[in-house]
């Protein structure tokens, strides 16, 4: 399995822009979709963003779409997640984490960073 690392985290106004970043270590990260999953305090986990090996494909939980944006740099074994126009329900820990196969199930994804937190307040 790849090993996992988010950064980028941190406290936002509402309307501003964070970007998150996943180094993963290894050298088959070019092996894995990847995905970013967000966890609000007292709710259960849910799907972000997605992108499949390559880059050329990439998916949006509804919540998010047209505002965030994923993309990977194989070269430098990293993915990053994009955020702008934040509001306060994107308030959340968010994870990255590396599946075999694109997928937007967490149960698809068998390696987990160990989350990052961004704070959007109002």
């Known amino acids: 399995q790849v090993q996992l690392k988010e950064s980028g985290g941190g406290l936002v106004q509402a309307g501003g822009s964070l970007r998150l970043s996943c180094a993963a270590s290894?050298?088959?990260?070019?092996?894995?979709?990847m995905g970013w999953f967000r966890q609000a305090l007292g709710k259960e986990r849910e799907f972000v963003a997605a992108?499949?090996?390559?880059?050329?494909?990439?998916y949006y939980a509804d919540s998010v779409k047209g505002r965030f944006a994923i993309s990977r740099d194989n070269a430098k074994n990293t993915v990053y997640l994009q955020m702008s126009r934040l509001k306060p329900e994107d308030t959340a820990v968010y994870y990255c984490?590396?599946?075999?196969?694109?997928?937007?199930?967490?149960?698809?994804?068998?390696?987990w960073g160990q989350g990052t937190q961004v704070t959007v307040s109002s």
């Open positions: 290894g050298r088959t990260f070019n092996d894995y979709a």
């Open positions: 992108i499949n090996r390559s880059g050329a494909s990439t």
């Open positions: 984490a590396a599946s075999r196969d694109y997928s937007i199930l967490a149960e698809a994804f068998g390696s």
